[in-house]
């Protein structure tokens, strides 16, 4: 099945800087990669999303960059506020019924 | 607010017993996902139902299982609980089959559920 790594577990950067999330996934039948933020207590909430025919997305500040040769993806947020600090998860999604496989996750952590 | 209601939010119960959760997708949304998050295993698939049918299985053990009513809310029943069993246990809904562009799948808040 489907695999998905994801890094680095935790990031913390200063308020204002860029941050840089990164995945790679192993199933190349992948075509559909969203981008889910939880901020404590709450559920993930989709924030960005890319298909496979697609090589970058951009939303306000956040952008998602794929690259399908290298089965790997990435979410880039510029100008950080301490708003962003959450758990981001990046998926893929696979198979017949098209689930998600989530990474592992990465705490951001925005110091103001 | 995704619009995905999930009951209970916090649920303490003890080894052996069994629990219900359950959820109401959002209004107009066919299908229903389980998922359950825990520290060691991060976000886990386990099933999936679209319009009152089983669609897809994940790493849903035999212990558990789920249901989806015609009215289109849906129980995940979970037995013979052990303690590894704790976990956040997350219900999402969305229009269509499948995660998608354009099938946006919308999570609850989940059910806290601590085995004692």
């Known amino acids: 099945g489907e695999n998905v790594e994801q890094h680095p577990s935790t990031l913390s950067v200063q308020e204002g800087d860029s941050a840089v999330i990164k995945c790679t996934y192993s199933?190349?039948?992948?075509?559909?990669f969203p981008w889910y933020k939880q901020e404590l207590g709450k559920g993930p909430q989709l924030i960005i999303d890319?298909?496979?025919?697609?090589g970058e997305k951009k939303d306000q500040r956040i952008a998602v960059t794929l690259n399908k040769t290298a089965k790997h993806f990435s979410l880039h947020i510029t100008e950080t506020q301490p708003e962003d600090s959450a758990v981001y998860f990046c998926?893929?999604?696979?198979?017949?019924?098209?689930?998600?496989?989530f990474g592992s996750g990465t705490q951001l952590t925005v110091l103001p | 607010d995704s619009g995905v209601t999930q009951t209970p939010k916090h649920l303490i119960t003890a080894t052996g017993q069994r629990v219900t959760l359950r959820c109401s997708p959002r209004?107009?949304?066919?299908?229903v996902y389980w998922y359950q998050q825990s520290l060691d295993q991060g976000l886990q698939f386990l099933i999936q139902?679209?319009?009152?049918?089983?669609?897809a299985k994940g790493n849903i053990l035999e212990r558990f299982s789920a249901q989806q009513f015609p009215d289109l809310h849906s129980e995940l029943n979970l037995s013979s609980l052990e303690l590894g069993d704790s976990a956040l246990y997350f219900c999402?809904?969305?229009?269509?089959?499948?995660?998608?562009?354009?099938?946006?799948?919308?999570f609850g808040e989940g059910s806290w559920l601590t085995v004692v």
């Open positions: 999402a809904s969305s229009t269509q089959t499948g995660a998608t562009s354009g099938n946006t799948i919308y």
């Open positions: 199933d190349s039948a992948s075509n559909y």
């Open positions: 890319i298909r496979s025919n697609v």
């Open positions: 998926a893929a999604s696979t198979g017949s019924a098209r689930q998600l496989t």
């Open positions: 209004s107009g949304d066919l299908s």
């Open positions: 139902y679209y319009n009152g049918e089983e669609r």
